[in-house]
């Protein structure tokens, strides 16, 4: 069974700094895709970036400029830099992680249990 779990969220005032992490566990030999997406109150998910194993990345315009994904895939974790965070970045952060091969078999869409993220002064 695949788990991922994040960690890093909390309070900060507005232009300050965050770094999530989400680490994968399980059995796992290879994760292509890793990405963070988040909900605000009273609105859909939304992607927020993805990265795949080669080191490809991809954005939503909302973030680009001020966040950076990365990934450690020896430790099969993914990282989220969050700089200049404005009020609007305040939602729940969640990773993800579409497609997972592991020993057993292959895993779909996995996600984390989310963590939180305010930004406020």
């Known amino acids: 069974q695949v788990q991922l779990v994040e960690s890093g969220g909390g309070l900060v005032q507005p232009g300050g700094s965050l770094r999530l992490s989400c680490a994968a566990s399980?059995?796992?030999?290879?994760?292509?895709?890793m990405g963070w997406y988040r909900q605000a109150p009273g609105k859909q998910r939304e992607l927020v970036a993805t990265?795949?194993?080669?080191?490809?990345?991809n954005y939503a315009d909302s973030v680009k400029g001020r966040f950076t994904i990365s990934r450690d895939n020896a430790k099969n974790t993914v990282y989220l830099q969050m700089n200049d965070l404005k009020p609007e970045d305040t939602a729940v952060y969640y990773c993800?992680?579409?497609?997972?091969?592991?020993?057993?078999?292959?895993?779909?869409?996995?996600w984390g249990q989310g963590t939180l993220v305010t930004v406020s002064s």
């Open positions: 993800n992680a579409p497609f997972v091969a592991t020993i057993q078999g292959v895993a779909l869409k996995i």
């Open positions: 990265t795949t194993e080669d080191g490809s990345t």
């Open positions: 399980g059995s796992i030999l290879g994760i292509n895709t």
